[in-house]
């Protein structure tokens, strides 16, 4: 809740008067029974119209001026609470864009979806009517129990009486709801999980025909929802009808007294009426006190969510100062590298060792699981290594800056992400002031520039939300190129040729190799054709390196790499035929 409660240092004069708004409102609600009560006693009583006109030209105006105290307390609650929410939401943004991998696959991003929606709207909810009521609602409340025994002491006593009932009520159900709220949240997170699940892999899931397992297990997520949403409503629907009970019990206990007061002339028949019309006030204030605690339950509930993911530290620490390279050193230097997954039971790659020189193309390859993302994913260290170390020009990457570090490394994931936009747009991610002649340089090397000149507008042309309008290749081609355009010391294509015929990725290899500035290349590949020429061809088998060598070298000396060269071949014969 801390977390939330600093945002507030550039809204306090705006957090300040809009509950004081709200009071003054209120302030001018709290004269109007007695009014009311002048009115009866004094003018229907002696059937004195110009005063009952007079009074009723007052309770007009109390009534214009209680409204504008009310628009403008809601204004500034407004303000503040979107305010809050904008910079609460930016800056949660913020932090998880600077946890590291491993953090962000333990929280998840379904989980990290809620809390920038929906947590964050539940908190600004929370904010608004906080200011708006949290303050008013108690004032009228106790200001309407002291304004009943400035009427008669002795029928005001029902008030004490009625209170300190409706706060063990009120305060009782908000104590027991707190902790369901939540149980409400993880549930609302598991089917977000789901549906985003079912619409990322809705391809997937028609084509082995799931869709009936899949609404079941949808079902059954959104039945879990339901049946604590009902629990935690439930307990909370107590609340209107118990105050309601309590409250019309005490009015009926003021209008018995005090008809017997005013048969012996103790009290007048509008004291009366003031009395009835405070304890209505309390009733109707308690109601929305007790629903504004919903809403806080749920917004502090929301608050302490967001309030761990940011209690949630990178497990990476960059260091400040940029470093020099090592003359002399390697490009890049495995040494006993290894990386285990947080809570994973086995380490996914272990004991690399590996040299790679400046301008050297390295091909990775092995079986699926083998660990080949893992291997190049240490590399711009978005994870670091459980074991051992990685060294680039001769540094540890642990001690290089993360701009130093990420400016060196172009890297092509193996799932094609374009953003909406120009493909120029696209192209400018990796360098921002990257000029025409370079964008169409990175286009020709990635074999990108012939769809992209037949497309309308080229480098103009739009591309929607994630770049449906093209086809894998394509947007394979394009995102080869993006990393091409700022020119790294040190490319990785991470199976981002997949969707590539052999001739356009031959064709590929061969211009990064001829128009790159030695460039050092990693390529991961399923294909054996596509890394066959490499300088050195790394074979993985269950996280450790089974050969290092040349195309000709580990055909003679490498079981692993024999079996995979064998049944592609095979499979290349079986396609020809």
């Known amino acids: 809740m801390k977390q939330v409660l600093k945002y507030f240092k550039n ?10 708004f709200k009071m003054l409102e209120a302030s001018f609600e709290l004269l109007v029974p007695l009014v009311m009560a002048a009115i009866i006693d004094n003018g229907i009583k002696n059937g004195d119209k110009p005063y009952i006109i007079k009074m009723g030209i007052i309770m007009v105006l109390l009534g ?29 943004f913020k932090h998880i864009e600077s946890l590291s991998y491993t953090e962000i696959d333990e929280m998840g991003s379904s989980t990290l979806i809620t809390r920038m929606t929906s947590d964050v709207n539940q908190v600004q909810t929370g904010i608004n009517m906080f200011l708006r009521l949290f303050m008013r609602s108690p004032f009228i409340v106790f200001g309407a129990t002291i304004m009943a025994f400035t009427v008669d002491v002795e029928s005001a006593k029902v008030f004490f ?70 629990v935690v409503g439930g307990i909370s629907t107590f609340l209107n009808p118990l105050t309601y009970a309590v409250v019309n019990l005490s009015i009926a206990v003021l209008i018995w007294k005090g008809a017997g007061q005013v048969d012996d002339g103790i009290l007048l028949q509008g004291d009366v009426y003031a009395l009835v019309n405070y304890m209505s006030q309390i009733l ?38 940029k470093v020099a390279p090592v003359s002399g050193a390697p490009k890049l230097q495995f040494v006993g590298a290894g990386l285990c997954y947080k809570d994973a039971k086995e380490a996914s790659i272990e004991g690399i060792n590996l040299t790679v020189n400046r301008g050297d193309t390295i091909g990775i390859i092995g079986g699926t699981g083998s660990g080949k993302s893992s291997f190049i994913n240490l590399i711009p260290r978005f994870y670091d290594c459980t074991e051992g170390s990685l060294l680039i020009d001769g540094v540890d990457v642990k001690d290089y800056p993360k701009e130093q570090l990420r ?10 992400v374009l953003f909406s936009g120009t493909i120029e747009d696209n192209m400018r991610w990796g360098k921002a002031d990257a000029t025409e002649e370079e964008i169409d340089m990175a286009l020709d ?13 080229g480098i103009k042309f739009r591309l929607n939300q994630g770049a449906k309008n093209l086809s894998v290749g394509q947007k394979q081609r394009l995102t080869i190129a993006r990393a091409l355009v700022k020119k790294p010391e040190i490319l990785i294509l991470d199976d981002s040729s997949s969707a590539l015929d052999y001739a356009t990725d031959a064709k590929l290899r061969m211009a990064i190799k001829e128009k790159t500035d030695n460039m050092t290349v990693f390529i991961v590949s399923q294909r054996s054709s ?40 095979k499979e290349e014969v079986t396609d020809n035929e």
């Not at 809204?11 to 004081?20: D, E, F, R, T």
């Not at 400016?407 to 094609?416: L, N, R, Y």
């Open 161 to 230: 009486i009625t209170l300190p009932v409706l706060i063990v009520i009120v305060f009782g159900i908000m104590l027991i709801s707190i902790p369901l709220y939540k149980k409400v949240q993880g549930r609302l997170d598991k089917v977000l999980l789901q549906t985003r699940e079912n619409l990322a892999g809705a391809r997937v899931i028609r084509a082995f025909g799931q869709e009936e397992n899949e609404k079941e297990d949808f079902a059954e997520a959104t039945t879990e929802l339901t049946k604590w949403q009902l």
């Open 445 to 457: 090397i990635a074999q990108a520039k012939e769809f992209v000149e037949g497309k309308e507008g």
């Open 284 to 321: 109707v204030e308690l109601v929305k006190l007790a629903n504004l605690i919903i809403i806080e339950t749920k917004a502090v509930a929301c608050a302490n969510r967001l309030a761990s993911v940011f209690d949630k530290k990178s497990s990476q620490v960059y260091k400040e100062e």
């Open 407 to 416: 400016d060196k490394i172009g890297i092509v994931p193996q799932k094609a």
């Open 530 to 569: 596509s890394i066959m020429h490499a300088d050195q061809i790394v074979v993985l088998e269950d996280g450790k390196i089974e050969g290092i060598g040349t195309h000709d070298e580990l055909l003679k000396s490498c079981e692993v790499y024999q079996e995979i060269c064998s049944s592609q071949n």
């Open 64 to 92: 214009l001026i209680g409204l504008a105290c009310s628009i403008t307390a809601q204004y500034f609650s407004a303000k503040t609470a979107m305010g809050v929410g904008k910079e609460l939401r930016y800056d949660l």
């Open 11 to 20: 809204y306090k004069v705006k957090a300040i008067l809009a509950p004081l």
